[in-house]
């Protein structure tokens, strides 16, 4: 037995190490709430907090805009950021499907409700029977719909760049109380993990043989009505954990500890450099500029936008 272990260390200290393989710089990838980014990605050179003042300005700013034209520029800005950042563009795939179901819940509302039709009825685009679709009511629903687009786009963007600490480290920079902050971060956390837990499960219907693709419409909301049971059992019993855990470690959900105020590990890893702060301030001042041109002007309104002058002028 000696001899064997002396044969065998004998044999390894003769054995030339395998070549270390050089890994390719820049290739690291860090996870996101919604997916993976290379974690030399441009956009964490900016402080957590102007990612999320970037957020707030792009989710808000479309609000106040009407013209479509206007609000599919802002979706072009976002597209630009999503290349900026190194976001994969073939992952907006996945949500192809939603921009398409809200675009026909969107035409179908404003063609069985029409917002207005304009004086004298308004113009008549189409007639099915009862159905009466209108050129002034679709227009809203097409306004409505690119100020949606603009506003998913730009949290897809934002939760694709960021972790829930980053998150976190933006809410307290910003001045967000501490409870608020934490329940952000939690509500985060257990939308990652419900996401994991609906993964496993479908994985584990896989492995059972379970094919849904052949399911109709009705099979399959039935079928994602019956993963809703394991999901909401998992959710229960994670949430409990949570508190369990919380309670365990004494943790205390206030802003100040013994008096003084709570010491904040993550926060202090993050500088505000002046890039950040040149860059708060111009998006600060957009939307100050773009709130002031929607409540000043008509510039920003449906009416006087190209699009509705271009296909009004077909009619």
């Not at 990652?192 to 219907?205: P, R």
């Not at 202090?268 to 939307?287: C, E, Q």
Request: glycine residues 8%; aromatic residues 10%; proline residues 6%.
């Amino acid at each position: 037995m000696t001899t064997t272990v002396q044969d065998a260390t004998a044999r390894a200290a003769t054995t030339p190490a395998p070549p270390e393989v050089a890994r390719p710089r820049g290739r690291a990838m860090r996870k996101t709430i919604v997916g993976y980014i290379p974690s030399r990605s441009p956009i964490y050179r900016l402080h957590p907090a102007s990612r999320l003042v970037l957020y707030l300005v792009t989710s808000v700013i479309p609000l106040f805009i009407e013209a479509p034209e206007i609000n599919l520029l802002v979706v072009a800005m976002t597209l630009v950021l999503f290349r900026f950042a190194n976001v994969r563009m073939t992952r907006l795939k996945m949500f192809v499907p939603m921009f398409l179901t809200v675009f026909v819940i969107l035409g179908l509302t404003y063609t069985l409700f029409p917002r207005e039709t304009g004086p004298g009825g308004g113009t008549v685009l189409f007639s099915i029977g009862p159905v009466t679709g209108y050129f002034e009511s679709l227009m809203w629903a097409l306004a409505t719909y690119c100020r949606i687009i603009a506003l998913v786009l730009a949290s897809i963007f934002y939760f694709s760049t960021n972790r829930e600490s980053d998150i976190l480290v933006g809410l307290r920079t910003l001045g967000v109380p501490f409870v608020v902050s934490y329940f952000v971060g939690l509500t985060l956390r257990s939308v990652g993990i419900f996401l994991e837990d609906y993964a496993v499960i479908k994985e584990a219907e896989i492995a059972r043989g379970l094919d849904t693709r052949n399911l109709g419409l009705v099979g399959k909301v039935k079928h994602f009505a019956m993963n809703l049971v394991p999901l909401f059992t998992l959710s229960i019993r994670r949430s409990e954990d949570i508190s369990i855990g919380l309670h365990a470690k004494g943790t205390s959900l206030a802003g100040r500890v013994g008096g003084a105020r709570r010491p904040d590990y993550l926060r202090s890893r993050f500088v505000m450099n002046p890039r950040d702060w040149v860059l708060v301030v111009a998006l600060v001042l957009a939307l100050v500029g773009v709130a002031t041109l929607r409540f000043t002007t008509p510039w920003l309104g449906l009416v006087r936008s190209a699009t509705y002058a271009a296909l009004s002028g077909l009619l």
